[in-house]
């Protein structure tokens, strides 16, 4: 996506495209009902933000975005919580959020770390769980924001609080028994996608967070990484598409589950699927590879294939 340009799919229900340039932010910064949640640490927000942003920063491991629970990382948090925290936001139903994340500056084995590119993906679809419809993501992030020279500020925004009454879509949110069912039934037609790098879906490099190659058995490969050019701005959506499409067939309401090493790719996919290409029946697997792998039962992992 050029930076000024837009997605051309927009689901029913919504006023702005899922992922907007930094020339349709510009523009509409004085819209009613705009809000824009800048997910970075406080020290880079307080240095200049986009001028009448909030910052509410996804920190790792615990923030208001995720939490650790039952020794799993990147849990989405209770409902109770995050609604408070929506809530906090000064966030309505009817609200148009904008998610500012920022371009990747970490490194990993691979090359330069996406994770921070996901982070975004992550926290605007723990939005959309919580009953949202209007959450858009920045596409560049902060970065492509100040790299084009529009304004900043430095004035610290602090919201007028509200109480949000949203309906988590529950349905959403998979546990391993359900995933586990789905791979051992012959007549499930689910379609299993792992989101992680495919050196790690097919076992010749693992995560931290799991020492046991391979992948759950079954699931084909859709590496989240694969969204950005040079990891920084969104492929066209045709491409994106395109690519999904591949994998997953041509059938929008065909179940697909995603998963990844602990939550943030998987995130970061559902709402691409769900907000930018329209699939309606998709599901996310939040304990991941980790739970998969790391607690017993352990499920069944294939290494060495591609599905």
């Given at each position: 996506?050029?930076?000024?340009?837009?997605?051309?799919?927009?689901?029913?229900?919504?006023?702005?495209?899922?992922?907007?340039?930094?020339?349709?932010?510009?523009?509409?910064?004085?819209?009613?009902?705009?809000?824009?949640?800048?997910?970075?640490?406080?020290?880079?927000?307080?240095?200049?933000?986009?001028?009448?942003?909030?910052?509410?920063?996804?920190?790792?491991?615990?923030?208001?975005?995720?939490?650790?629970?039952?020794?799993?990382?990147?849990e989405i948090p209770a409902k109770e919580a995050l609604?408070?925290?929506?809530?906090?936001?000064?966030?309505?139903?009817?609200?148009?959020?904008?998610?500012?994340?920022?371009?990747?500056?970490?490194?990993?084995?691979?090359?330069?770390?996406?994770?921070?590119?996901?982070?975004?993906?992550?926290?605007?679809?723990?939005?959309?769980?919580?009953?949202?419809?209007?959450?858009?993501?920045?596409?560049?992030?902060?970065?492509?924001?100040?790299?084009?020279?529009?304004?900043?500020?430095?004035?610290?925004?602090?919201?007028?609080?509200?109480?949000?009454?949203?309906?988590?879509?529950?349905?959403?949110?998979?546990?391993?028994?359900?995933?586990?069912?789905?791979?051992?039934?012959?007549?499930?037609?689910?379609?299993?996608?792992?989101?992680?790098?495919?050196?790690?879906?097919?076992?010749?490099?693992?995560?931290?967070?799991?020492?046991?190659?391979?992948?759950?058995?079954?699931?084909?490969?859709?590496?989240?990484?694969?969204?950005?050019?040079?990891?920084?701005?969104?492929?066209?959506?045709?491409?994106?598409?395109?690519?999904?499409?591949?994998?997953?067939?041509?059938?929008?309401?065909?179940?697909?589950?995603?998963?990844?090493?602990?939550?943030?790719?998987?995130?970061?996919?559902?709402?691409?699927?769900?907000?930018?290409?329209?699939?309606?029946?998709?599901?996310?697997?939040?304990?991941?590879?980790?739970?998969?792998?790391?607690?017993?039962?352990?499920?069944?992992?294939?290494?060495?294939?591609?599905?």
């Open positions: 996506m050029g930076s000024g340009e837009e997605f051309s799919f927009m689901k029913p229900g919504r006023e702005i495209p899922p992922i907007v340039s930094t020339q349709w932010l510009h523009e509409n910064l004085g819209r009613q009902n705009l809000v824009i949640v800048d997910i970075r640490s406080r020290e880079e927000y307080l240095k200049g933000h986009i001028p009448g942003a909030i910052n509410v920063p996804f920190d790792f491991p615990e923030s208001a975005w995720i939490t650790v629970r039952n020794g799993l990382l990147l609604f408070q925290t929506i809530g906090s936001m000064g966030i309505k139903s009817d609200s148009l959020v904008i998610v500012v994340g920022k371009v990747p500056e970490c490194t990993c084995p691979m090359g330069t770390c996406p994770f921070p590119l996901a982070d975004a993906g992550r926290v605007a679809e723990t939005l959309i769980y919580a009953g949202l419809k209007n959450v858009a993501i920045l596409n560049g992030g902060h970065n492509a924001w100040a790299d084009e020279g529009r304004p900043l500020s430095t004035d610290i925004v602090n919201p007028i609080p509200t109480v949000y009454r949203g309906t988590a879509q529950d349905s959403l949110i998979v546990t391993k028994k359900y995933v586990l069912e789905k791979v051992e039934s012959k007549s499930s037609d689910a379609v299993i996608i792992d989101a992680r790098d495919p050196h790690v879906y097919f076992g010749i490099a693992v995560e931290e967070f799991s020492p046991i190659p391979g992948h759950i058995k079954g699931a084909k490969n859709l590496p989240a990484p694969w969204l950005w050019e040079n990891l920084r701005t969104y492929k066209p959506l045709e491409v994106i598409g395109e690519a999904v499409s591949s994998v997953v067939g041509e059938d929008k309401s065909r179940e697909i589950i995603v998963y990844c090493g602990v939550g943030g790719y998987t995130f970061m996919w559902g709402f691409i699927l769900t907000e930018a290409l329209g699939y309606t029946n998709v599901k996310l697997y939040d304990g991941s590879y980790e739970e998969w792998a790391n607690f017993e039962p352990r499920g069944p992992i294939v290494k060495y294939k591609w599905e």
